[in-house]
């Protein structure tokens, strides 16, 4: 039971150092590329629910109105999005394809050795009727 805490801890760790880098994707390359294509930087999309919608230039955040910041949902929609996709592929397909062909494999083996099994069996009841056949035909010498 140890190994498999030590096998979840190291999951846990690796998991938050890849969304760190899932999360620099996002922001580095995919955001700014939204932005090329659009007219600005993909979180900073939103629309406004109750008008007038005024930020304060120097610091970015709402004064009047209230904002809907959906291109932020939108971000993290595509990093959880890309994180799924990278896991998946890389880590639970691989693993469930090897997990069915060692089933494969063992069920293989299983098959082989119940063959065997039988064949064994045959072997030993064609040695039985011999046995008794000798013994019925040989008689009594008396």
Do not use: H
């Amino acid at each position: 039971m140890r190994g498999n805490v030590i096998d979840l801890a190291v999951a846990v760790v690796i998991g938050a150092a890849f969304t760190n880098i899932v999360n620099s994707i996002v922001k580095g390359v995919i955001n700014p590329l939204v932005g090329a294509f659009g007219t600005q930087d993909l979180e900073k999309y939103s629309s406004c629910l109750k008008a007038p919608c005024t930020t304060d230039p120097a610091t970015g955040e709402a004064r009047e109105g209230i904002r809907i910041m959906w291109g932020s949902v939108l971000s993290a929609t595509l990093s959880f999005l890309i994180t799924a996709a990278v896991v998946y592929f890389l880590m639970v397909l691989p693993m469930a394809k090897y997990l069915a062909r060692r089933a494969a494999m063992q069920a293989a083996k299983e098959g082989v050795q119940e063959t065997l099994e039988v064949t064994e069996l045959e072997v030993l009841k064609e040695i039985r009727d011999t046995l008794v056949a000798q013994r019925g035909g040989s008689g009594n010498p008396a």
